[in-house]
């Protein structure tokens, strides 16, 4: 997720508050009309689909849901919902001792970070907010400072999702060209992992020093956590986070099968992160990811359907999680050390 928070971070007091100008309302706009735009789409698909087989769309999704084992399918997705929370705040912990709070213990990051699941119902963006807050509050942690370690969390999201598709794609090549009928994938896959290759060594060199020394953005605060990692951290976070997609993959694959969708393990491996990736997009309700659901599994356009209620299971379930522990986080960020 891309952090944004509520809060006025303390190096930027005073100044006027950002997102609420015309540019902003433009910006909705726009992301609205494309997220319709990705349902009707998909929406278009699904009707094909139906008119096929002489059914309404209400009564091919009401077939597809009702043929689904909902049972087995909670007891693959609760367990790794929790399993889930505790690798993700893991992970964050990790990064926010190594640059902001080395003294913050695993069990005082788990409250933060589960409430921050609370309000990622509302607004994504904004879950990583309350974490800023409480390093602020209980380890005088600059805002800025703070916001970078979460900055350099998302950017190692990102390249986790492009490096395990990328796996995926050079084993399963064969599946993804079998998938490419409306896309030429393996052509558009393939740049966007060498672009994000070719990338991450200027990324990490400027950002250490070695190179580019007459471009000031690395001074910036809120890209401090850049400055200081070293390549064996972004290795580490890797690694720390692998669990959860790895389970990513093995959880969608079992859960499409427990809605009659034939898929294999890797098709999910090649094609998960990057439909984790359209996730990620500022579109409303996923928008993108619902699409991409549709155009690379063409044979099943209700997988769309079936993609959102998994995300809508998941972060529920998460905001639940957030609930049991959000008595303990109003006293982390109540109480001054």
Request: aromatic residues 14%.
């Amino acid at each position: 997720m891309v952090e944004e928070t509520n809060e006025t971070p303390p190096a930027e007091a005073g100044k006027p508050a950002a997102g609420k100008g015309p540019a902003s309302l433009a910006l909705r706009v726009v992301s609205w009309l494309l997220a319709a735009g990705c349902f009707y789409l998909v929406f278009g698909r699904v009707e094909a689909a139906a008119a096929r087989e002489s059914l309404t769309v209400f009564g091919y999704l009401a077939r597809f849901f009702g043929d689904a084992n909902w049972l087995l399918w909670l007891a693959v997705m609760a367990p790794y919902s929790v399993f889930f929370f505790l690798v993700d705040s893991h992970a964050t912990w990790r990064v926010v001792g190594w640059y902001n709070a080395p003294d913050l213990k695993f069990t005082r990051m788990l409250p933060i970070r589960a409430s921050a699941y609370i309000l990622s119902l509302v607004n994504e963006q904004v879950g990583k907010g309350a974490m800023t807050l409480y390093l602020l509050r209980r380890h005088k942690v600059p805002g800025w400072q703070a916001l970078s370690s979460m900055i350099f969390l998302g950017m190692i999201e990102i390249y986790q999702l492009l490096m395990f598709s990328a796996v995926g794609v050079l084993i399963y090549y064969e599946l993804v060209e079998q998938a490419s009928s409306q896309l030429p994938l393996p052509q558009i896959m393939l740049s966007v992992f060498a672009v994000a290759l070719c990338y991450f060594p200027i990324h990490y060199l400027y950002f250490r020093g070695h190179i580019g020394k007459g471009f000031g953005l690395r001074d910036q605060q809120i890209l401090v956590a850049f400055r200081n990692a070293a390549l064996l951290d972004y290795v580490k976070v890797v690694l720390f986070k692998a669990p959860n997609l790895i389970g990513a993959v093995i959880v969608y694959t079992v859960a499409l099968d427990l809605f009659n969708v034939v898929v294999s393990f890797g098709q999910m491996l090649a094609f998960l992160p990057v439909i984790f990736l359209a996730a990620a997009l500022p579109l409303p309700f996923h928008a993108g990811a619902l699409l991409l659901w549709t155009v690379l599994f063409p044979d099943y356009p209700e997988v769309g359907a079936f993609s959102l209620v998994m995300h809508t299971f998941f972060v529920s379930f998460n905001a639940l999680i957030g609930i049991v522990f959000l008595p303990t986080a109003n006293r982390e960020l109540i109480v001054e050390s």
